[in-house]
């Protein structure tokens, strides 16, 4: 008996009340059999996290056990080992459940099974991302077996007693340790909880109580849905007879569009236009995601890669109206006729080099 209180809770010998009873009830929700179905070793640490906190949550208790001399009439001496003493007040059984029941609300080992949760992989078009979408996809699940009523027994009614836990479902345990009796209860491994033995299977399921079933779900995804983001629905995943179903988890790809791509509302494209159009100026009609096409005005003398913004020519879900922004990017014509060569260079003895901004600029750094 020199396992040491404070370690099993994580917390250091000065710490306060408050941070006892928080790490208690965390490793106690972590390591609860609820949670652990069938698990002996998180049982045994729940039993082990109990009996910490039944002495440290107790200021009286806790300061005998930092102290057992004083407490024990100088009984033993050093750290725990003077706990052969007892606690009077403690009153073993149910103690331990009565606390961990305030803190969660009740019910027995087995009292509220949860189902698992389903992810699923779903890919939108860019435009359905974009306006939002219904549709119908396949999710394949568990669910209670219908021919047994989920309980895995023909007819749902061909089963016993389960002997081992005498039709609880839970076997309870109680230790005597030096400070008391402990008790802890688990899910019986024999039948699982249900506290019935299966006598004849039901044929549809084998005995397994549950099918997998192939189901088909119409869901609405809102608009200006992203790439990789989670959508996640409540109760469409498992569900588990007398629980809470799991939830079904949509992995949303979108696929990339030819021509935009999307921040939010907005919408971000390149369009191209020809060296004379960003020379003279030009009015170009660019697509749009919905509808007539954008006009845009090219302004005289456009640099390349100049990004001109089409207000409310965005995504419009209804309630918002994104803008379009189209980055203009100059086309300059290759091989050109021994004629085109010549009237360019006709045309270039026309420019001044004060005209040419950026190269002016470059030139004086
Ligand atoms: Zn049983
Ligand atoms: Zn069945």
Sequence with gaps: MDKNYYDILGVSKTASQDEIKSAYKKLAFKYHPDHNPGDNAAADKFKEVNEAYQTLGDPDKRAAYDNPASSFGGFGGGSSGGFNGDFGGFSGFGGIFDNIFNFFGGGSANAHPQGRDVGIRVTLSFEEAAFGTQKEVNVTRTEPCSACN??????????????TCNGA???????????????????CPKCGGTGKIIKEACPKCFGK?????????????????????T?????????????????LVIAVSVTPHKLFTRKGADLYMTYPITMMQALLGDKVKVPAIKGDPLA???????????????????????????????????????????????????LAELFKDSQYESVKNFNRK
């Design 169 to 187: 479902g839970k076997i309870r345990q109680v230790q005597n340790t030096p400070i008391g009796q402990v008790a802890s209860e688990r899910v």
């Design 296 to 346: 845009v005005t090219v302004p005289e003398g456009t640099q390349s890669e100049t990004t001109v913004k089409v207000r409310g020519g965005g995504v419009d879900t209804g309630k918002r109206k994104g803008d379009m922004y189209v980055n203009l990017v100059v086309d300059i014509p290759k091989n050109l006729t021994r004629e085109q060569k010549a009237k360019a260079k006709e």
């Design 209 to 229: 109580a549950f099918l997998r079933v192939n189901t088909k779900l119409k869901l609405t995804f809102p608009p200006l849905m992203e790439n990789g983001q």
């Design 231 to 247: 959508v996640t629905v409540r109760g469409e995943g498992d569900k588990v007879k007398g629980g809470t179903p799991g939830d």
């Design 150 to 163: 989920g309980t895995g027994a023909k007819n749902g009614t061909e089963f016993t007693k389960c002997s």
